[in-house]
């Protein structure tokens, strides 16, 4: 994959080169390098790219990068490329635009489109009711499985999938799930209630996205069917779009547990400006919180002007502090993430984190005495070893504890994460330092 | 869904009420708690289950639970287990396994899925030849839709999928992939070569695994078609698998940012032992890097001396510059694993990464000038401001740059992301602060 070379025959105006560039390559390929130049110039080859294909590269961009391209647009090109654009795909754009941009697409839709645009709208957001496709192919319970496909011949070319097909009773009301293979694989005559998977997983258009995603991964379903409070069909969640979920999911939980907000869109195409606002709030937060570091020091600045070369070991066990709760916490919030630990184990995560940080803080206990006895002798490096083996069981505790409090909380497990361990481990970490110090040392 | 209820209704040996748990649930919940339990215990609702659902919830076990359960089984149901899983999901499960195990597997199962299960074995780790189905449904060319339909209802049953039908040439290369829902919406008549997508991204079996996964959330494909050095084609990669990959390797990703290797399988059932193994080598190594700080402060210990009210901001600047630094290690390494940066973008990385640093380090340096003045007075706060402008400008920098020369260097970027990028941190972030010192106080 040639780096640039797209914005660089746009750069020399080649359009003939920009032209050929475009035939060789695929659409994900095409939107990948329309993400990396700024809006105006994404322009260029996006005009020049056939009608198409324009919307299948245009389907493979971000909702920032969509809406940028979308307001560079004439009226006609715009509100084609609008109205061919999936249901669930455009409400998600529309979500993250500006008013002004918003009633520009709504204007533009037909009225059908534009009613299942303010629907899926119309769901919290995070919930699968605003990922979902609207548009599934449902068979009514009766029909045979000839029958079905007749009906699968008929209306599904318009629908996203038909791999996933709900049937439902005279109410609309979910039975379960067939789909194409099955139907296709079984006589023709053949009820269709025979071929229908009744107990398949379903989830309410409001449940967080992320969970019904992950639920399609531990079943592996190509389409979740999605129901309101009365069990009707909704609409289907597909694999693609659950796929893109969970991605989206986890490079939140990245950010979050580095502190930083997620940054909008591509990183590349974030300003400076955006990308400082994403951490800045946490950055802002834990230097706050910091400031706590410094008052445990003042406390203990008697003992520290008596002996100074304590201070000589600070930075070291406030960082193996920290690198040890960030390793619990990490281990942890991802165990929630995948669905491996729950609230109700805490007492057990607890138990295990705790051994885990004594076998850890034993084993750095040694390394510490080996570097303190060389570097200033036998007694400070008493003292060093003597707070890892504690520092360390404290630290993959409270690391390992507080996503699963967090959880309980109902606060995302990410937020309180490493950077939140660490900064909390710091001030207690030199607490028990200076705490072991007058101990041993006898100050 | 009800926290445990399985165990506890093993270890009291309520039979009935196994039963009647283990009927209600679907088997991705079943296998969920069977994870949640030893072995041994686990072998007991195993076995009450009836065969087939035994299968559904087998496959749904992680490649460590797997082998586990298996070798508590007699050796019937011990080979029909075997034999009736998916060629992939066995190389997965034996790649895993001890040699013991792996022979016993082999030995029972028929010819035909003993090559296919040695064929896959034959890939590198972590290959798409490891993670692929080698079942798939080909389609000669020169058919009409008609026929191709024939081909599938015949050959349909046995396959993994049917959604995706790669088409191939008389030497089995891939031309394209046609699907049933193309096949099934078209004029018998029509010949499958119109009805195939022969622009197609495809991978080698030898390719990553995980890149593979990757593409094909970019592309939104159901089935990515994999191929050898002739590009004939040997299998296709699945959705489902493609989600399991890229589940995995943000797993993978998540552990490494926090300084440690992946637990293995389900973190609840990991043991203590396993799980301090997974930290210890990291935290060693982090550790012995963390003695250069210990070796700068020497360096400064008579300022030390001096000044002891410098000490007390040594927490909040070394934990300040490693926020900043593992906010954009994070960022950087987020962005590589979904391909928004790569690695020709590194001095385009150290640019932005150092503006927004800058800006960052400004914002915190009126805080740090705040708080210092309070605490400790006016020269040792303007210290401090000047230091977390620097080092915070100087952290953003490193942490965003590391990830991209690993890159570049062939090493996971993950490794060298939050903690590694710290501690260095730590250390070059002493030396500014008391070389800011000794310039701003003149000791």
């Known amino acids: 994959m040639g780096t640039?070379?797209?914005?660089?025959?746009?750069?020399?105006?080649?359009?003939?080169?920009?032209?050929?560039?475009?035939?060789?390559?695929?659409?994900?390929?095409?939107?990948d390098e329309l993400a990396r130049m700024d809006a105006v110039s994404a322009m260029v080859p996006f005009r020049l790219l056939p009608k198409d294909r324009a919307l299948a590269v245009f389907e493979e961009l971000e909702p920032v990068d969509q809406q940028q391209l979308l307001m560079g647009l004439r009226d006609q090109a715009f509100g084609d490329l609008v109205e061919a654009m999936d249901p669930d795909d455009r409400a998600r754009m529309l979500h993250e635009a500006p008013a002004k941009v918003a009633r520009r697409v709504l204007a533009g839709l037909s009225p059908d489109e534009q009613r299942m645009t303010a629907a899926l709208l119309g769901y919290p957001e995070g919930s699968v009711g605003r990922v979902m496709t609207p548009e599934a192919v449902t068979l009514p319970r009766h029909l045979t499985a000839g029958q079905a496909l007749e009906v699968v011949r008929e209306r599904g070319a318009g629908a996203e999938t038909v791999y996933t097909l709900p049937v439902v009773d005279g109410e609309r009301r979910l039975v379960g799930v067939t789909g194409l293979r099955e139907l296709f694989l079984a006589p023709a005559g053949r009820p269709v209630a025979e071929l229908t998977d009744t107990?398949?997983?379903?989830?309410?258009?409001?449940?967080?996205?992320?969970?019904?995603a992950r639920l399609m991964r531990e079943t592996n379903l190509l389409g979740l069917p999605v129901v309101d409070s009365e069990d009707r069909l909704v609409g289907l969640l597909t694999i693609d779009d659950a796929v893109e979920v969970i991605e989206a999911a986890d490079t939140e939980d990245a950010a979050r547990q580095s502190g930083a907000d997620p940054w909008p869109g591509h990183y590349m195409f974030a300003s400076v400006w955006q990308l400082a606002r994403s951490r800045a709030v946490w950055l802002l937060l834990l230097i706050v919180a910091a400031t706590l570091t410094v008052n445990v020091l003042q406390i203990f600045e008697a003992t520290l002007e008596e002996v100074t070369a304590l201070a000589l070991f600070i930075p070291l066990l406030v960082g193996t502090g920290g690198n040890a709760g960030a390793q619990a916490a990490t281990a942890t919030v991802r165990a929630l993430a995948v669905g491996e630990v729950r609230g109700s184990?805490?007492?057990?995560?607890?138990?295990?984190?705790?051994?885990?940080?004594?076998?850890?803080?034993?084993?750095?206990?040694?390394?510490?005495?080996?570097?303190?006895?060389?570097?200033?002798?036998?007694d400070i490096a008493l003292v060093v070893a003597v707070s890892l083996v504690i520092i360390c069981s404290w630290a993959a505790t409270v690391g390992g504890v507080m996503p699963l409090l967090a959880k309980r909380l109902r606060i995302d497990p990410a937020v309180v994460s490493a950077p939140m361990v660490t900064t909390l481990v710091d001030a207690s970490g030199l607490i028990i330092y200076f705490l072991t110090a007058r101990a041993v040392l006898g100050v």
Request: hydrophobic content about 50%; overall charge negative.
């Open 199 to 212: 107990g398949v997983a379903r989830v309410r258009a409001t449940e967080s996205a992320e969970d019904a």
């Open 345 to 378: 184990d805490l007492l057990r995560v607890v138990w295990r984190e705790c051994r885990v940080g004594l076998l850890l803080g034993a084993m750095l206990a040694a390394v510490g005495m080996v570097v303190g006895t060389v570097l200033v002798g036998g």
């Open 4 to 31: 640039d070379v797209l914005r660089r025959l746009s750069d020399h105006e080649d359009l003939d080169g920009v032209r050929r560039w475009l035939d060789e390559n695929p659409p994900h390929v095409i939107a």
